[in-house]
T-cell receptor, first 113, second 114 residues
Framework: GDSVTQMEGPVTLSEEAFLTINCTYT??????LFWYVQYPGEGLQLLLK?????DKGSNKGFEATYRKETTSFHLEKGSVQVSDSAVYFC????????????FGKGTKLSVIP | SQTIHQWPATLVQPVGSPLSLECTVE??????LYWYRQAAGRGLQLLFY??????ISSEVPQNLSASRPQDRQFILSSKKLLLSDSGFYLC?????????????FGPGTRLTVT
């Protein structure tokens, strides 16, 4: 079945540091890939997405590139801020007929001033 | 624009008591609706989804049930709560359009069963 593997956290960075959160997946067909962010006590917000190989999703300074050859969708940001502290989830959905998003277990990011 | 509401925001219930969590979506028609549970230290688990009024699919057998009495209303229920039902419950919606697979989440309900 489909699965998503994220790097285990927590990740602690200083403000303005470079962020990478690794995400790899196993899926049949050609999935759409997503990154969601969950701030403390809140629901999940869609951060960015990519629907086909080599697509780059970007939002709020975050980027991720759909790499079919390595089945990866790593999240990056060049300079993190304290306000980026949250839990980040990588997710995928395969094509028509599947309604389920398959999530990774989440990576907690703490950014310290 | 579309918005999704959940209530209550927090709930503390004794074991064996009933449960009813409500989710409503505004600003869209015929959405697909989902209930997820997020347990501490674990990822999100899809519990139910619905593609239309009265149409419910269950992903995980348990003592919870779901209903969709109206197009934009989704209810999660239990007749008798278990300790293991504690968690953060998230409702989500997506369009029913082919190719649009992202889901949009509500603010969640924190349920503690004591």
């Amino acid at each position: 079945g489909d699965s998503v593997t994220q790097m285990e956290g927590p990740v602690t960075l200083s403000e303005e540091a470079f962020l990478t959160i690794n995400c790899t997946y196993t899926a049949t067909g050609y999935p759409s890939l997503f990154w969601y962010v969950q701030y403390p006590g809140e629901g999940l917000q869609l951060l960015l997405k990519a629907t086909k190989a080599d697509d780059k999703g970007s939002n709020k300074g975050f980027e991720a590139t759909y790499r079919k050859e390595t089945t990866s969708f790593h999240l990056e940001k060049g300079s993190v801020q304290v306000s980026d502290s949250a839990v980040y989830f990588c997710a995928l959905r395969t094509g028509a007929g599947s309604y389920q998003l398959t999530f990774g277990k989440g990576t907690k990011l703490s950014v310290i001033p | 624009s579309q918005t999704i509401h959940q209530w209550p925001a927090t709930l503390v219930q004794p074991v064996g008591s009933p449960l009813s969590l409500e989710c409503t979506v505004e600003g869209t028609s015929n959405p697909n609706l989902y209930w997820y549970r997020q347990a501490a230290g674990r990822g999100l688990q899809l519990l139910f989804y619905s593609v239309g009024i009265g149409q419910i699919s269950s992903e995980v057998p348990q003592n919870l049930s779901a209903s969709r009495p109206q197009d934009r209303q989704f209810i999660l229920s239990s007749k008798k709560l278990l300790l293991s039902d504690s968690g953060f419950y998230l409702c989500a919606w997506s369009t029913g359009l082919a190719g649009n697979y992202e889901q949009y989440f509500g603010p969640g309900t924190r349920l503690t069963v004591t």
